[in-house]
Each structure stands twice: as structure tokens, then as C-alpha cells.
């Protein structure tokens, strides 16, 4: 049973525009959310974070916003460049709990 | 701060061997978690390991085992290795002091079971 789903296995967007990525999850007990980018033959790279008791944190480009009732977190690249390029993991986990990944959203930023 | 680093980074091995990984978390880091990364599986947690206990363990056979020393450090080993045990093996550590952390992750050690 998934509890962090990424529908979209892939994504292609053009430089400039917005970059949106979503991920739902089935575990009403999670707590904290965080999002994670991975290069190829690197370990992911922590992006940004999101506590449940908040709907929005922003960082630079990147926001992420959290929809408790729908159970759906996204996260926002604006503008996109071609160095977002990566596979973009979302994460959850309860408090002291391990963290559960989605199988991550190819993100493809052409120029 | 130095980050987390894993050794070694590419590893063969063939089935009914075993294997030792290794990770050292970044400095101050208390709590190192284990995950494994196949191709359509994205991240599945192994363990992880707080002052040198076990303080969560994913759904693994227990083939499957690790330990962590005083200064932090850990090691994953398997045994028996199985051809599905090919995988990017991904330690990461964090601080673990209170309910809401980030984990930092490594670069990952490449086991390919032939």
C-alpha cells in the first residue's frame, strides 16, 4: 500500500515558465512533508519542507503548499530552469517516524 | 560541515556473497537511516539508528542488517545476496532533536549482484 503517491512520472516544461509537481499521500498522521531532488548517480538533495500545521512555506523559487482535506501537497519551481532538471522526490513522515517516499517525478526543463 | 559520505561507491559482488556498506553521517548528527533505490521503487527505508540502537526498521527480510557505532557511524551489511539486492543502497543522517528534522542524504554506494 503507497502512502506517498506521485501520479506523474514525468514532466516537461519550458524555461521560465512554472513548474508544478504534486503528490498526495493516504496517512492522515503525517506531520511534516519535505521534498527532495535527485541528480543522476547522486543522493537526493533536501529542498524544502513543510510542517502540517502550515499550508504554505516559500524558499527562493521553490513553494510548497499543503492541502490537508485533500491530502495533496505540490510543490512550485518559478521561474524554471534548465538546472531544475531532476527527479523530484516527495516525502512524508510522522513525528519520530521514518520518512516514506513517493517513486519520484521526472522534471525536464527545456530552454 | 562536511556532508554525509558512503564507501565505497560502486560495488560487484555475485549471489550468495555477502556485503558490508558503510556511511558517516555529517558531524553532530546523531541518527543515520538506510534506504534502498531500485528503478520504479523510488526510496524504500531500510532501518535507522539512534545512538546505537535501532529506533525504526522498514519491511525487509533479515538478510538485511545494520549497526552504528559510538562516533555515529554505520554500517549496513546483507547477506546472502539475492540478483533483486541490485540497488542504489542510500544512507542519510540528521539530528534528530525534535519531531520536525531534515535528513541529509549521501551519494549512495552502487550494488550490482551478479
Known amino acids: 500500500d503507497q502512502q506517498v503517491k506521485q501520479n506523474s512520472p514525468s514532466l516537461s516544461v519550458q524555461e521560465g515558465r512554472i513548474s508544478i509537481l504534486n503528490c498526495d499521500y493516504t496517512?492522515?498522521?503525517?506531520?511534516?512533508f519535505l521534498w527532495y531532488k535527485k541528480y543522476p548517480a547522486e543522493g537526493p538533495t533536501f529542498l524544502i519542507s513543510?510542517?502540517?500545521?502550515?499550508d504554505k512555506n516559500e524558499d527562493g523559487r521553490f513553494t510548497v503548499f499543503l492541502n490537508k482535506s485533500a491530502k495533496h501537497l505540490s510543490l512550485h519551481i518559478v521561474p524554471s530552469q534548465p538546472g531544475d532538471s531532476a527527479v523530484y522526490f516527495c516525502?512524508?513522515?510522522?513525528?519520530?517516524?521514518?520518512?516514506?517516499f513517493g517513486k519520484g517525478t521526472k522534471l525536464s526543463v527545456k530552454p | 560541515k562536511a556532508g554525509v559520505t558512503q564507501t565505497p561507491r560502486y560495488l560487484i559482488k555475485t549471489r550468495g556473497q555477502q556485503v558490508t556498506l558503510s556511511c558517516s553521517p555529517i558531524?553532530?548528527?546523531?541518527?543515520v537511516s538506510w534506504y534502498q533505490q531500485t528503478p520504479g521503487q523510488g526510496l524504500q527505508f531500510l532501518f535507522e539508528?539512534?545512538?546505537?540502537?535501532?529506533?525504526n526498521k522498514g519491511n525487509f527480510p533479515g538478510r538485511f542488517s545494520g549497526r552504528q557505532f559510538s562516533n555515529s557511524r554505520s554500517e549496513m551489511n546483507v547477506s546472502t545476496l539475492e540478483l533483486g539486492d541490485s540497488a542504489l543502497y542510500l544512507c542519510?543522517?540528521?539530528?534528530?532533536?525534535?519531531?520536525?528534522?531534515?535528513?541529509?542524504f549521501g551519494p549512495g554506494t552502487r550494488l550490482t549482484v551478479l
Open positions: 542519510a543522517s540528521s539530528l534528530r532533536t525534535s519531531g520536525v528534522d531534515t535528513q541529509y
Open positions: 496517512n492522515s498522521m503525517f506531520d511534516y
Open positions: 513543510i510542517s502540517s500545521i502550515k
Open positions: 516525502a512524508a513522515r510522522r513525528s519520530q517516524g521514518n520518512l516514506i
Open positions: 558531524s553532530g548528527h546523531r541518527s
Open positions: 539508528y539512534f545512538s546505537e540502537t535501532q529506533r
